[in-house]
């Protein structure tokens, strides 16, 4: 979303504001679980976005310094201003493709180069976020899935609507529809877990994004701002 369309977002729906808040939050927490708890140090981040401070490769490094992180995201501008910011980093790359095309993403060099998928990996994190557009996650998580060796993890974050009223919804379908994230895919916690056949959900399971782990209490009004699920699941062996 660019900086234009997020302001007059704001206007109509202000919680849109905790909702950035609790997804970047949970995406920290949910790294720095599967990169010092799990045994993660090799990281897919799909639809990524532009960096900002807290992305995946800033969290993982910090606690595994050897972690090698392979961003994607189908927008120029991303890709531009993350190559800019990285850099040449060896243990990081940044790929321009729609993650939704699975094969070219898989094949691609950023990722392929990068990232060891076979079993003598030590595991791969896959983030899942933002498909350009695609409403059959499951069938997209399943194809990233089989392409991953047991042991590796999936964490996922997912807009719900949890505090937003139908009207609030309906005001910000036409405007996400000038952006790059035109599709505003609302999935409930039943939906989010169908997103994980294969996997293990790790406690506390799909819950408000900002209910899971969190580092200090969060009450349930709080979590609700957020508008947005999240779980992280482990590729049974």
């Not at 993982?60 to 961003?71: F, S």
């Not at 790929?95 to 095309?101: G, M, Q, R, S």
């Not at 392929?112 to 499951?138: I, Y």
Request: glycine share 8%; net charge negative.
């Amino acid at each position: 979303m660019d900086r234009t369309a997020a302001d007059q977002a704001l206007e109509l729906v202000p919680t849109e504001r905790d909702y950035s808040y609790t997804h970047r939050s949970f995406l920290g927490r949910a790294v720095r679980y599967l990169a010092t708890e799990a045994g993660i140090d090799q990281f897919l981040d799909l639809g990524s976005g532009v960096p900002t401070v807290g992305n995946v490769h800033e969290i993982a490094r910090a606690h595994c310094p050897q972690a090698k992180v392979a961003h994607v995201d189908w927008e120029p501008i991303a890709r531009h201003h993350a190559r800019t910011l990285l850099g040449e980093d060896p243990q990081v790359s940044v790929t321009e493709l729609d993650v939704c095309d699975v094969g070219e993403v898989l094949r691609s060099p950023g990722v392929a180069g990068l990232l060891d998928f076979s079993p003598n990996g030590r595991g791969l994190g896959v983030r899942r976020s933002r498909p350009r557009a695609h409403p059959d996650g499951a069938a997209l998580v399943e194809r990233y899935r089989d392409a991953c060796a047991p042991g590796s993890a999936l964490a996922v974050s997912n807009n719900a609507q949890l505090s937003r009223t139908d009207d609030e919804v309906a005001a910000l379908r036409p405007l996400l529809a000038g952006t790059s994230t035109p599709h505003l895919h609302l999935r409930t916690a039943d939906e989010v877990a169908e997103l994980f056949p294969g996997y293990t959900l790790v406690d506390p399971g799909v819950v408000p994004a900002a209910h899971w782990r969190p580092d200090l209490p969060v009450s349930d009004e709080q979590a609700a701002r957020g508008n947005v699920l999240g779980a992280v699941g482990l590729l049974r062996r």
